[in-house]
């Protein structure tokens, strides 16, 4: 099995302006090496090139910790929706110790691979979670995020009463979903929609804020 390459891992996240600490590369890269070990089992991604690995889910994911301060300064709690191998919140929660995030499948098998990430990762601010996200009962947070999870309004719809009110949703689409804005309740609203780039990505990225609207 091809591993994660650390060097490239290090200069492509240079390239975002992320510089990464030795140990914080390795970790990263034992993430995406344990997603490619457990995938072949357990199917959690359709993603098995160890290249492909660290530009489409690490350095994609890393697009939300470089603008993660920007958009919610202050945020000290996230519920990552749909997580699935731990996109991107595995690697969040690496680069981001002060910042608790809870992850949220319906598969148990992703669950029971997310809390294995989190042991060997030794990652204390995170926890996995085996439920339906629209059935939890948790304390609100101050962000919710989402990687090809769900339509806006579904996503939404099903996290209202996880979310303060103050809080914000953050969505993270390939190209600007229109229909799926037009379809928000008319209590929501988009706060800004951020194009994000991927160093070795040839797709299209955009991160959807969206929040509730002022009563």
């Known amino acids: 099995m091809s591993k994660v ?68 300064p202050g945020a000290a709690t996230v519920m990552d929706v749909g997580s699935g191998g731990g996109l991107p919140a595995i690697p969040f929660a690496t680069l981001r110790p002060d910042v608790s995030i809870a992850m949220v499948d319906t598969v148990k098998k992703k669950v029971l691979f997310l809390r294995q990430a989190i042991l060997e990762l030794k990652l204390k601010n995170a926890k996995a979670l085996h439920t339906r996200v629209e059935k939890l009962t948790h304390e609100k947070v101050d962000v919710i995020t989402s990687r090809a999870f769900a339509s806006l309004r579904d996503m939404t719809e099903w996290t209202r009463h996880l979310l303060r009110d103050d809080g914000c949703w953050l969505a993270m689409k390939g190209k600007v979903p229109e229909e799926e804005i037009k379809e928000l309740t008319d209590d929501i609203e988009v706060k800004e929609i951020i194009p994000l780039t991927v160093p070795g990505g040839d797709f299209e990225r955009h991160l959807i804020v969206l929040r509730f609207k002022a009563s």
């Open 5 to 72: 390459s650390r060097e490239e891992l290090r200069l492509r996240s240079a390239q975002m302006q992320i510089d990464l600490s030795d140990e914080q590369v390795e970790q990263l890269a034992r993430y995406g090496d344990l997603l490619l070990k457990w995938n072949s089992t357990y199917n959690l991604t359709s993603i098995t090139n160890a290249d492909d690995v660290l530009v489409l889910h690490l350095l994609d994911s890393l697009t939300l910790v470089k603008t993660f301060d920007s958009v919610v």
